[in-house]
């Protein structure tokens, strides 16, 4: 049986799911350039995310099909993602990550892995070339490098905005002014290294810390490779915010984002309250809901920037 869909699979994770499952979906009319994730659950019917829809096709997940896409996305080689799979989730070739849920082996109160796999969700990466350019224009293009905090919901693009705020800044060597940026990329959503090659653009001054904590990390990093910029997604313990102060002492400038929903919400957390106390970031950027929404942005004093 063949693939309707095969000759457009190439570099896409719908080649690791089984052919018949691809072939359901070419037979539903899903494009899937549109697709954004694939979740297949153990007894339930599978499910794609596709233009904004939640897509079912009528056959369900089961413990074959589970285990036959992480054979394909490992290459047979799942016990060299043992690792991985203790973050409850693998990254495969072009940055796409495949999450799991399943049984959890606890070892030294510690997790060791995830056995018996009951549902896998393979989340589409994608690069959008100029999702900071309101970012670039009205903050970096009058203010030059400053401390910038991006404030989003879960899903409303926060990384994609943070990832090409990251690449515009330090692409520009091409106009013979450059800026070095180093990246703690803790959950390797900024980068998605793949065998040590970034599969995302981050821009061609960019270094790249992967799979290391913020706190560590932003030590590390200032000490070794003397950044201009430095970069994390999704700060907001104690920790994190202590690092940040420490990078701010050095001299160095921040982009960080943070999980919110507005920026009032995210003020009244007292974990983080000395961010907004002691002044951290010069500008505050929040997503909205609808990817075509221009964001909301925000000077040290909370002010509109238009």
């Known amino acids: 049986m063949e693939s309707k869909i095969s000759e457009k699979v190439m570099n896409n994770p719908v080649f690791i799911l089984p052919l018949e499952i691809q072939t359901s979906i070419g037979e539903k009319g899903i494009d899937i350039d549109d697709i954004r994730e694939i979740r297949v659950r153990n007894g339930s ?3 794609i995310i596709a233009s904004g829809r939640e897509l079912f096709l009528e056959e369900k997940g089961n413990v074959k099909i589970i285990n036959s896409i992480l054979e394909n996305a490992t290459g047979h080689s799942m016990y060299a993602y043992e690792e991985a799979l203790r973050n409850g ?4 070739k072009g940055g796409h990550r495949i999450g799991v849920a399943g049984q959890v082996v606890i070892e030294n109160e510690k997790v060791k892995t995830i056995k018996n ?11 959008v070339y100029g999702a ?9 293009g009058r203010k030059g490098i400053v401390n910038i905090l991006i404030i989003s919901p879960p899903g409303y693009g926060k ?3 943070l990832r090409d705020l990251i690449r515009q800044v330090s692409g520009r060597e091409k106009n013979e002014h450059y800026t070095n940026v180093s990246v703690i990329d803790e959950r390797g959503e900024l980068a998605a290294m793949y065998k040590g090659v970034p599969q995302n653009d981050l821009g061609s001054c960019t270094d790249i810390l992967d799979g290391c904590s913020k706190r560590e990390g932003m030590m590390m990093l ?9 970069c994390v ?3 907001g313990l104690a920790d994190d915010v202590e690092a940040l102060r420490y990078v701010l002492n050095c001299g160095c400038n921040i982009f960080a984002s943070i999980h919110g929903t507005s920026l009032e919400e995210v003020i009244k957390r007292p974990v983080i309250e000395s961010i907004f106390v002691e002044k951290m970031f010069d500008v505050y950027v929040v997503l909205r809901k609808k990817a075509d929404d221009a964001p909301v942005i925000y000077d040290e ?5 238009g």
């Open 233 to 235: 997604d999704e700060i």
């Open 159 to 161: 990384t994609t905005l």
């Open 117 to 127: 796999i009951s549902s896998v969700n393979i989340r589409f990466a994608r690069q």
């Open 132 to 140: 900071a350019e309101a970012v670039i224009k009205k903050v970096i």
């Open 45 to 47: 019917r599978i499910a």
């Open 301 to 305: 004093k909370f002010h509109l920037i």
């Open 89 to 92: 989730y693998i990254t495969i």
């Open 222 to 230: 200032i000490r070794t490779m003397t950044p201009d910029v430095l």
